[in-house]
């Protein structure tokens, strides 16, 4: 008799364990297809950042872009010499000086915040206003604003920078063909082609290659509900942005919900055109957990924050505190870890 216990026991403990260990199977098996249909649904919408951003009027070599590097971080290219394009683009703290807006040569504030110059290369427009079309554009816009870097005239820069000790020689090594190569349009190509070496891939770049594991399960969550919620409206691409311009504000007014000290018309101050009132471009959300504050103003300092009132005022939908999160655990998937290259983060020596 006790025989025959210890065997019914051991009979019912071999089932027991099998049982457990098909669950556990059946479990892994489902994650494991779950995981496959949401990579199939991540790479239906988004793709993997390139990792070269090219313009074939922009030839590239490492003359151009040490002197753009040289040139990003130079103070002589504001008119009193107190700010450079690192002031307001601080490549240190993912392209931001994370400022609502950013100070000027004279120590006076624009009206927008200045945004990451991270992968902005491959944006297809630049500004808040969508008003240059690249960034070989972009570069000399600031330079000559006279509440950013002040500089008068184009002549006045390439006159400072012939007298310094460097730059005549810098400009002719980058571009060897010129007779007379230190031109503002030359100090533009040379930023920009610089600005072009500033992409940041991330996890979420290895996920859309692949690798199931890149993204923990809330990041997973999020992307279903960033999908499903319908932010891909606007946050889609390898930028999940930049390549279009929106009416920000579709479900309402968004200073309503920013709470903006001053009410931005967006492009329309541009063009003057009904059709492009409070019009901005839609940013991309690569980073977009380092580059606080928020919207065209600075004027929201929480991400969380952020992703409830596009909810509301552009998709009409209010997010459940646990989609919220969700999708804020999503967006830090998109940051790159350590930034751009680490040789890029200060001034050339």
């Known amino acids: 008799m006790k025989y025959a216990i210890q065997i019914l026991f051991s009979i019912f403990l071999i089932s027991l ?9 059946t479990q892994t098996k489902d994650t494991s297809e779950a995981d496959k249909a949401l990579l199939e649904k991540g790479n239906t919408y988004f793709s993997a950042l390139p990792l070269i951003a090219k313009n074939p009027d922009n030839i590239k070599s490492k ?3 040490d002197l753009g590097h040289k040139l990003y971080f130079d103070t002589q290219l504001s008119k009193d010499q107190t700010i450079s394009c690192n002031s307001c683009h601080d490549l240190a703290t993912y392209g931001v000086d994370r400022e609502a ?13 200045s945004p990451t110059v991270l992968n902005a290369a491959l944006h297809t427009t630049q500004f808040w206003d969508g008003r240059s ?14 509440v950013e870097m ?8 390439v006159d400072r920078l012939k007298q310094d000790s460097e730059y005549p020689e810098l400009f002719k ?11 503002y349009e030359n100090i533009r190509l040379a930023i920009s082609l610089f600005e072009r070496e500033l992409l940041t891939p991330s996890p ?17 969550e999020g992307l279903n509900d960033f999908v499903e919620v319908g932010c891909i409206t606007c946050h889609s691409g390898p930028l999940l942005g930049g390549n279009m311009l929106q009416k920000f504000g579709v479900y309402g007014d968004y200073w309503e919900h920013t709470q903006s000290s001053a009410i931005d018309e967006g492009r329309f101050k541009e063009t003057k055109k009904e059709s492009d009132m409070y019009m901005f471009k839609v940013p991309s959300l690569r980073n977009i957990s380092e580059t606080y504050p928020y919207f065209h103003d600075g004027s929201v300092a929480s991400l ?11 998709l009409n939908k209010t997010l459940s505190p646990e989609q919220v999160d969700n999708i804020n655990e999503f967006l830090i998937s998109l940051t790159a870890k350590d930034g751009v290259k680490k040789e890029y983060q200060t001034a050339p020596i």
């Open 17 to 25: 364990i099998s049982c457990s260990n098909n669950e556990n199977n």
């Open 63 to 65: 003359e151009k872009i």
């Open 101 to 113: 807006t950013s100070l000027g040569d004279d120590g006076g504030r624009g009206d927008r915040n």
């Open 133 to 146: 079309k690249d960034v070989e554009e972009q570069a000399g816009l600031p330079i000559l604003n006279p």
């Open 150 to 157: 002040a500089i008068p005239n184009e002549a006045f820069l």
């Open 173 to 183: 090594n980058a571009f060897p063909d010129q007779e007379d190569p230190l031109t």
């Open 204 to 220: 979420f770049d290895v996920f859309l290659k692949g690798d199931l594991a890149a993204l923990n399960d809330k990041q997973k």
């Open 304 to 314: 969380k924050d952020a992703i409830q009132i596009m909810s509301e005022v552009q």
